[in-house]
């Protein structure tokens, strides 16, 4: 590493989780000079997505969890001065727990070579294939800095590409398809995802050759990794929340495509079925009599402006939200639906809160779709890298698998001044943002942390079968004891572009009472049966089929005080991991509320400069400035105009 | 920090947005008038395309510059090879999908898409069908592609199947579309149709419930969304009335024929004409109207020769032929009967249940029942609450009479902005009840005092009426039409409030009238009681003309020949 890191910045942010990646995009946008690290050797932290043998190698990581810290650090403690006093960072991360894999699709012996070799693959390789990072080439022409980020951060992949080449749009959909569609072989993906119907495209190409269930084996998955783009954490996007708001915003969407979730199902003595939720859902069903229609209807009516009517809730505001709802003439169905399916909250949610949850469901219906959800294509992990790469548009720097350890601290005004990295060099700012998981033991030892499980399967089916395999579901599993949680499943098709053909990616997502599995495998039974070659009975074939199954638990360190962490300087900042929730509404206002507190009078992530506004603010020095200026301006525009049909925006004004 | 994105400040960017639209303008009028001037030297060549073209695109309403376009491919049309021409159709057809973009709703350039697609040999209407459904999965209810859709599937003779399946699948994305369900209500009955009836005709009875199902699950889900509402009432309805005479009417004393018929019409030179058979041979007559004005009415009269009414003959026939309407009606006269006449009954016709009709009443009776379900749901709905008013008339008017007003003081109470068309129509269906109460009970004496009545209907129906009570309403006009009821010997109308009395004019047996406690200000209005021969007995008391001075005097010699008028 020949090239030195820049030493003075205005904003040094440690983690590239989606809070983090928001600030970074906010702080650079408002003329920041950002610098942004990440331990990691990929973004997002435990936002991250990876492909399928990049999440094995993730997950070697975390079970050799013995000592690969220590590896070559240059020694800090020389640089602190008399007057100042370090706080050190955390070694190795303990945000991820009980890890444990199932493989249930049959591992043939001829293939074996391929799968070791995919194994071989050293974690930093397999990973940096398995991220379309799109931000190896986001930085502008002749500006030194970037430059040298970037080839401070990849020097082999990005020399031929960063030369002077600018672009905001370099890896569009088209573009990363475009790759994969070279890296696979027999598979096809179905080509530029617009809208609903390249859901139908494969079907219909199936239903020739795919009489039975197609067999998936262990190889055909590790041979088309790629294909997956597995979140660590399983969230989706409100249509109206606060993260949608802000994409727009800030015209971040522009770096990110989305499909409207298809389906809410719900799952009610033993079954699986589909929740009527909208207008046009309810004018549909053919489950529902015309007076449940006429309930129903009423009820979600009613819910959209329910402070209207205080009286139709003000005497069982003391009840759960279950118990009203039972006072409201709703079938048993129809409560169900309510209960899990729309508000998707807990049986003992007061019926505020239960009101609150449905309102905010149906405000968001029909803005995209007829669900209130949206998922971003190539997975979750997308979007902090989305925010990565606008605040790396405004000179934001950025350096993957670079470790800080520790922050320095002047004694007589207890402020932070810098970072000490890896390489023993000092870096100065004046904000400093951290990521939770990078604290030490010893500044969250008083910190109490709670606990998600997760799950991730492949399955070869979806949970209920439709006329389009293509469809993006979300199923609330009630818990069978009170005191458990219900459980969040989430059903991703191919299309989606987090899985090969012909598979299924379940993500399953409950807040620990115990271990990842022994939270989720009840769900899992419920829902699925394992693969297994030889035919079971009738009934059990009606399930979809394991292929592969991983659990674990990760740390939530949301809703922690600031106050709890101990000795950290006022101008230290603190982002929490993900949380448990299906939106990303805490990220997304943990980060406003922060850059409100550093930047009291900056407005945030405000809307990026219509291209004819652009002034390229160039240098003389600049050698080749006149010509990049009018690249610059040629590729903004292009980027307006050519807005891929998805996009919030466009969507919107539809 | 150089090589930074700066922004333009606000006042940069209003500036270069002024300059910009102003340079706009620049190139669109100097476009414009270049256009004019080319039209008006007659140079219709392709520069005027270019030109049209490039202020069509910004602005697609320009419907002066369509017509300029149309004028230009008709001159090239005749100048250009069949090769030429295909690719000048061909951008054509591009230009036009680039101007629906900019403005769907346009109406100049859908219809001059139909003028271009109509105009070539071989048009491709597969492809149109398709922009149709393109520009409709925009916005479902865009009417203007609607419309182009109905003429491509016409020329393209699609099968109504097809179209049916396509408003379908528009109904299940979003069911509030009031195109999709008027073209169901079109292609419905060219699917299925029925041998007895029009263009217009019912449905047979699956086909029905199968609509009503699907209708049903739109106004439960949304009992507010008019578009389903107006359709049910579609289904439910039935076609017009078929033209016939309902009543004839010979008086031997006033030498006078009078004729009913099912709908107003206007008899004269070049419109309507009537034939009169009087004893199978035909004869001249002059037809007027009761009120003796020039105009479509349900009611005609003529007189009759002292030769066609002599007693000799033991009998007398009548017969009125309606060629327009291909009916004819046929009334004898006896010897020594003062009168004769021939209608159609009220009570066996159903004259009055056009609004909603099916065959089948059990549909109806179903229908019903799930309306009153809904509307126990939704007790403030005013279209179901006006669905079931007028379900329960299809079935049994009277049975359902007290119900029935019920729901019309539930339904005013619901839709305030509607009280008088409510009232009106509330009107009608008392009216009607009372005359099919009369009509079983056989009587020539109408009752509807005491009704509440905001307007009288149906007066062409009560020819024959002798007696008739309307005191106690909210009568504000005896209205012209009353004029038909030649046979009216008393007339009370106390306790309204009516100011004019146009429709006592003509009414050759009226004796008696009372107007007791109306609004007749001035004694001029009484004027149209003139022309009432036998008028004898007159009862103004309680109106403000009774207080003017002199008031007697004046009616006395307004009046001459009516013997007692009671102020």
Known sequence: MADQLPTEFDVVIIGTGLPESILAAACSRSGQRVLHLDSRSYYGGNWASFSFSGLLSWLKEYQQNSAIAEESTASWQGLIHETEEAVTLRKKDETIQHTEVFCYASQDVDDGVEEMEALQKSPSSATSSATPDPLHSACLPGETHSLHAASYETPAKDTPKSGGEVSLEVTDVEDTLAKEEYCGDETRTPAVSDGDEDGKKPVEKDSTDRPKRKKITYSQIVKESRRFNIDLVSKLLYSQGLLIDLLIKSNVSRYAEFKNVTRILAFREGKVEQVPCSRADVFNSKELTMVEKRILMKFLTFCLDYEQHPDQYQAFVQCSFSEYLQTKKLTPNLQHFVLHSIAMTESSCSTIDGLKATKNFLRCLGRFGNTPFLFPLYGQGEIPQCFCRMCAVFGGIYCLRHKVQCLVVDKDSGKCKAIIDHLGQRINAKYFIVEDSYLSEETCSNVQYKQISRAVLITDQSILKADSDQQISILVVPPVESGTCAVRVTELCSSTMTCMKDTYLVHLTCSSSKTAREDLESVVKKLFTPYSETEVDQEECTKPRLLWALYFNMRDSSGISRSSYEGLPSNVYVCSGPDCALGSEHAVKQAETLFQEMFPNEEFCPPPPNPEDIIFDGDDKQPEAPGANNIIMAKVDSSEGSKNPESPEKQLQN | ?567
């Open chain 2, 1 to 567: 920090m150089h090589g930074r994105l700066k922004v333009k400040t606000s006042e940069e960017q209003a500036e270069a947005k002024r300059l910009e639209r102003e340079q706009k303008l620049k190139l669109y009028q100097s476009a414009t008038q270049t256009v004019f001037q080319k039209r008006q030297a007659g140079e219709l060549d392709e520069s005027v395309l270019e030109l049209t073209s490039q202020i069509l695109g910004a602005n697609p309403d320009f419907a002066t510059l369509w017509n300029c376009r149309r004028e230009v491919l008709q001159q090239l049309e005749a100048q250009k090879s069949p090769e030429e021409l295909a690719a000048l159709v061909k951008t054509e057809l591009g230009f036009l999908e680039s101007c629906l973009r900019v403005n769907p709703k346009s109406y100049g350039t859908w219809h001059h898409r139909c003028w271009l697609l109509s105009r070539l040999p071989e048009p491709n209407w597969a492809r149109e069908l398709e922009l149709c459904a393109r520009f409709l999965e925009v916005d479902e209810r865009n009417f203007h592609c609607w419309d182009y859709r109905r003429f491509v599937a016409t020329q393209a003779a699609v099968p109504p199947a097809e179209e049916l399946a396509f408003t379908d699948s528009l109904i299940t994305r979003n069911f509030s579309n009031y195109s999709s369900w008027h073209y169901r209500s079109c292609l419905l009955p060219q699917l299925h149709p029925q041998p007895d009836s029009g263009s217009q005709g019912r449905l047979p009875e699956d086909v029905l419930l199968k609509e009503l199902e699907l209708v049903q699950n739109a106004f439960f889900t949304d009992p507010n969304d008019q578009s389903a509402w107006f359709y049910h009432r579609w289904l439910l309805g039935r076609a017009d009335p078929q033209d016939a005479l309902r009543c004839l009417h010979v008086s031997r004393d006033e030498a006078c024929l009078t004729v009913s018929f099912s709908r107003p019409i206007l008899v004269g030179s070049g419109t309507e004409t009537l034939l009169l058979m009087v004893d199978e041979s035909p004869l001249a007559v002059e037809w007027r109207t009761p009120d003796a004005r020039t105009r479509p009415s349900h009611v005609w009269l003529c007189d009759l020769p002292a030769a066609s009414l002599n007693d000799q003959l033991p009998q007398h026939t009548f017969r009125v032929i309606w060629t327009a309407g291909d009916a004819q009606k046929e009334c004898v006269l006896l010897k020594g009967r003062q009168e004769g006449w021939c209608r159609d009954s009220a009570t066996d016709e159903q004259l009055f249940r056009c609004e909603l009709s099916v065959e089948k009443s059990t549909v109806l009776q179903s229908e019903l029942e799930s309306c009153k379900e809904l509307q126990e749901l939704e007790p403030e709905n005013k279209w179901c609450l006006l669905t079931i008013i007028l379900l329960m008339r299809a079935l049994d008017p009277l049975l359902y009479e007290k119900e029935t007003l019920q729901y019309f003081q539930t339904l005013k109470a619901v839709d305030p902005m509607r009280a008088a068309y409510l009232d009106d129509l509330r009107s009608k269906f008392l009216v009607e009840n009372s005359v099919l109460k009369m009509e079983y009970a056989e009587v020539r004496v109408l009752h509807l005092g005491h009704k509440d009545l905001t307007v009288l209907c149906h007066l062409e129906q009560l020819l024959l009426v002798t007696h008739l009570d309307l005191s106690h309403n909210r009568l504000r006009a005896l209205p012209p039409a009353l004029a038909a009821l030649r046979c009216l010997e008393v007339l009370q109308a106390n306790d309204n409030t009516i100011e004019s009395l146009d429709g006592v004019t003509n009414l050759p047996r009226l004796r008696e009238l009372s107007l007791c406690n109306n609004r007749l200000q001035q004694p001029t209005v009484l004027q149209p009681l003139v022309s009432c021969p036998k008028l004898v007995l007159l009862h103004l008391q309680g109106n403000p003309l009774c207080q003017a001075v002199g008031a007697s005097e004046h009616l006395a010699e307004l009046l001459p020949s009516v013997n007692s008028i009671l102020t």
